[in-house]
């Protein structure tokens, strides 16, 4: 399968480190954002022959079967929708949109295009997460209280590997939809009870750096999300499994029970990598005809929790 990855910053070179991984599978096309330099610098260290800055322009090839979009967020939505018109198969990183309306529109179109639609939700894939997923549905679990802190230092517009951004990031459509959906899979229901505070904007990037948002399911389960660009401190995401019969923290790829002993997961996937699972459920989805796990239609409803908690915002 040759493979297109449109976007080139942390996420997009994560992709193609993961796909080196992958048996069967080659990229071969990048598409870079502004600099076409660059863009042929990372072609370079990983092997791909093809460099564009034209996302059309990958799609119009022959060895072009899939794509991977590691774009800034304000543009996934138009970028997915060019390619499930090119009738490419697609996985777009999360998030799959910034609002709901464009979030339905790929829904919409990826039905009736009838290719296989994926949305990069991480944490369905994580080794922690779906070990606690396999003792939730098997009635071992019983989740009570999912806590969850997300936290950066963001006061300039840097990404993941501390480099100038061209776009800006966002607390709520971003960060908290990998939470707000995490939540939702795992309990296997949609929040009935929303209700989210935000901080003051940036000065000058004109978003909240801080933010709190507490959910409830129709069984009583509980989540609070802490956000912050704000923190000068350990980076990333922390969440606390509080559950009937015992209590686990994940973080990324690593478990750990309620008193900091870490939890063997080498037998839960073929990877403990997290991006590589993603990417190898997104290539048998479509060598199979299948619906991937992470499938468009079956994130909607985190999406739909997301401009509930926007406009619990306003």
């Not at 990048?30 to 660059?38: E, F, P, T």
């Not at 802190?149 to 990998?178: V, Y």
Request: hydrophobic letters at 40%; charged letters at 20%; one cysteine or more.
């Amino acid at each position: 399968m040759k493979v297109c990855i449109a976007g080139l910053g942390a996420f997009g070179q994560k992709h193609l480190e993961a796909i080196a991984a992958i048996d069967g599978v080659a990229v071969s096309s990048v598409v870079g954002g502004r600099s076409l330099a660059q863009a042929q610098d990372v072609a370079v260290r990983f092997g791909v022959p093809h460099v564009t800055l034209d996302l059309n322009e990958s799609l119009a090839r022959s060895d072009v079967d899939a794509v991977i979009l590691c774009s800034p967020t304000q543009v996934h939505a138009v970028q997915a929708m060019a390619c499930l018109r090119a009738k490419k198969p697609v996985q777009i990183e999360i998030p799959m949109a910034d609002n709901l309306r464009d979030a339905r529109e790929i829904v919409a179109l990826q039905q009736h295009a009838g290719v296989v639609a994926m949305a990069g939700h991480t944490r369905r894939y994580n080794p922690g997460h779906q070990w606690i997923r396999r003792r939730i549905l098997s009635g071992e679990l019983t989740l009570q209280h999912l806590d969850v802190q997300t936290f950066f230092f963001r006061r300039s517009n840097i990404n993941a590997a501390g480099e100038p951004r061209s776009w800006t990031d966002h607390l709520l459509w971003h960060h908290a939809c990998h939470t707000v959906d995490l939540f939702q899979y795992q309990t296997g229901q949609t929040a009935s009870r929303v209700h989210a505070m935000q901080g003051p904007p940036h000065p000058d990037l004109g978003i909240a750096m801080d933010m709190s948002i507490q959910l409830q399911v129709p069984s009583g389960a509980l989540c609070s999300l802490t956000l912050s660009f704000n923190n000068d401190g350990p980076q990333g995401t922390f969440f606390r499994y509080i559950c009937d019969n015992g209590t686990y923290i994940a973080r990324y790829d690593e478990l750990l029970d309620g008193h900091g002993r870490p939890v063997d997961l080498s037998g839960v996937d073929v990877s403990l990598n997290g991006i590589e699972l993603q990417d190898r459920e997104f290539f048998e989805a479509i060598q199979s005809g299948r619906e991937p796990r992470s499938g468009v239609a079956s994130v909607l409803s985190a999406y739909e929790t997301l401009d509930r908690l926007e406009r619990s915002l306003a």
